[in-house]
């Protein structure tokens, strides 16, 4: 099938996103994200689960949360150019949301297949909120490194073991586990409150999430909770995986954008030496240096959506690719943003803490940059 | 390629398929010398009129010129320069030498010359029969162009040309030279003015080669003393020559009205991350073969990241709702493309390693040696219109609205 020229981001795909671009520049303004997060500075305190959720309700109104499910679901079936545009609007908000969960969870879950799929993407297009719990122990990056054992009993699974770094794993109301039999690994949907089961916030340096460890202790599930049986969930995963680097890349996008735009404006208002800062070439080239970065990054996302939708045999090129540009540009914009506003940079007070410690999460989510590029070449050269 | 072809109008098919066809038939015999990587360094006198021959060619059959007015021997047609492009392109012909003449004399001349004068000059420099070059940088006068010197005094109904063209590609072959000088001291910007002037064996006109780090040559300086010209020679009004220089510069910077005709030399063969896969099959760093080495695989990943990043950009360029600032990727492209091409390069070196000391002439280097002389001439094309430090001045101010830099 060819690509469209536009990525698939058309006028309904431009509806959505402008949308989005209202209605969480109006709910995630800057002020409200102060107030929501930025509190008690204190790193020992405990770790909170901080979102707006009024706003969550209204999200799930306006359908965001059906937008990636197929409608043979009982979703909206929006392309991956509109669930990337999405995405790169909440980044660019560093909004704390259970949607970036909810969007990756669906990714997975609508590539197995079965009635009990289905089921939960009914569930999740409704509102309940979701996480993806799919990291085993030792937090290696490879989309199988689930450590989670699954055991036969009867009709029903017990699960017991560690899931770690679960995004926004404070929210959710219904996790989708990573466990693994002898006959490999499967996905299976535990809800929030099953017997067995204790969630754990992580103490993390960025706020505008929340991230847990799982500790399931013979969680048993009955046959409905299995969303892919043991033979396929490592296949479902890595048809997902694309999917996801194309989220959290966008993700980073956004961010980065707004670090791009800030740095730029506080580099036109701020004066020394009797000049604004962007009249200096060593504060300038390196913002230039921001964009051209964000650029490439940006481009190489919608291409991945585009190839996700359209040619799947290079989906997985595009994604590594998208998510090494990706994560490199939110490292390289984070590190100027905090760098070149200088003194107050350096303080809590100044927002671009916020987008500065969102963007570094993010970069090593699912693999860092150089991880990507390795795993790109064995895609280019063997 | 096929991609563009989709898309095309029935006329723009038909034009397609013309191309493709005269292409097949018109090829030229592959050449028994090593043609240089940029028509710019032709010095060989054979060279230069194999070249030109195929220039002629190629403006015969239709493929040269095709936006412009058929009164200025083109071909009378609109937004078809792109698809010969894509076919030549795809065609993998030799470039065409009037490099210059093509990319920035014409189309100034076109906007900006009087109606003689575009008769006169645009057929010859498509057909590529006068060899064109352009007159901008001086000694004291490169990334801050418009405080260029070359004086150009009345005297009766004559100008007085006195001054000194540096980087002057082509001008060994050029016969005529487009040039941004000054008519006033008053002002920076108002005090010049744009004309064309004759360069070959001409009274009161110098050309010498330079020798750039490459050891070859590819420009010259070009010395001006008391050349007298008549007014006929001037485009647009005297102080606007500012204004014309914007029309060549946003030309050359590939974001002008007219499309130049080009054989794609960048499109040609393989990518930049192909070759260099290639290379790192061939080449052993530290006693096993370097594709296998983790530190080259990264560099590779790198530039196949990047080049492919530039290319999706050119595919946002066109969407609108996913470029909120339509100048923000066309004003990148020169840095962009310049600054990867020597990525690229740098890589190359590494990977080949202490093979990459070896030169063009070394007849045990990796890929003829043409990886140290592409490393070397990526210099020339950071450094050429408008360093990457000036585009970074650009984009910062026109784009991100900065404060302009002194």
Sequence with gaps: MAQPKDFGFGEDEKMVRDSARKFIGEHGSIEKLRKLVGGDPDPEKSPESLYDAPAWEQIVELGWTALAIPEEAGGVGMNMATVAALAEVVGGHAFPSPLIASLLTTLVVREASGENRNELLGEIAEGKRVALAVTGNEGAWDIDSATIEVAASGGSVVLSGFSRYVQDGGKAELFLVAGRSAAGLGLYAVPADAKGLKVTLDQIVDRTRDQATLELDGVELPASAVIAAPADGTQVLEKALPALLTVVAADMVGASEWQLQTTTEYAKTREQFNHPLGFFQAVKHPIVNMMLEIDKAKSLVYAAASAIDNKPENAERFARMAKAQASD??????????????????????????????????????GDGAYQRSKLMKILAG | MSQAAKKDTPEQAEYRAYCRKWIEENRPEEPDFRLPLQAIEVMDEGVKEYLQTWQKKAYDGGLIGVDYPTEYGGGGKSGMQTIANQELAAGDVPYFINVIGLGMCAPTIFHHASEELKRRFIPQILSGEMIWCQGFSEPGAGSDLASCNTSVVKKGDKWIVNGHKVWTSLAHYAGWMIALVRTSNHDKYKGLSFFVLPVQDTKGVTIRPLIKITGETGFNEVIFEDLEVPDSYRLDDVGKGWTVAMTTLTHERGAGTLVGPNTGMSARGATRTQRLLELAKKCRRNGKPAIDDPFIRDRIA????????????????????????????????????????????????????????????????????????????????????????????????RVLGMAKSK
């Design chain 1, 329 to 366: 540009t939110a490292a390289f914009c984070s590190d100027r943003s905090v760098q070149l506003h200088g003194g107050i940079g350096f303080t809590w007070e100044c927002d671009v803490h916020f987008f500065f410690k969102r963007n570094k999460h993010n970069q090593f989510l699912f």
């Design chain 2, 302 to 397: 790198l530039v196949a990241v990047w080049e492919e990043g530039l290319a999706q950009n050119q595919r946002r360029a066109k969407v609108p709702g996913l470029t909120d600032d339509p100048m923000r990727i066309p004003l990148q492209g020169k840095v962009s493309f310049t600054e990867l091409a020597q990525l690229a390069a740098t890589v190359a070196l590494e990977i080949e390693g202490q093979a990459s000391s070896l030169y063009i002439a070394d007849p045990m280097a990796p890929d003829s040696g043409t990886w140290p002389l592409t490393f070397l001439n990526s210099y020339g094309n950071t450094i050429a219109a408008g360093t990457s430090e000036v585009q970074r001045n650009i984009l910062g101010e």
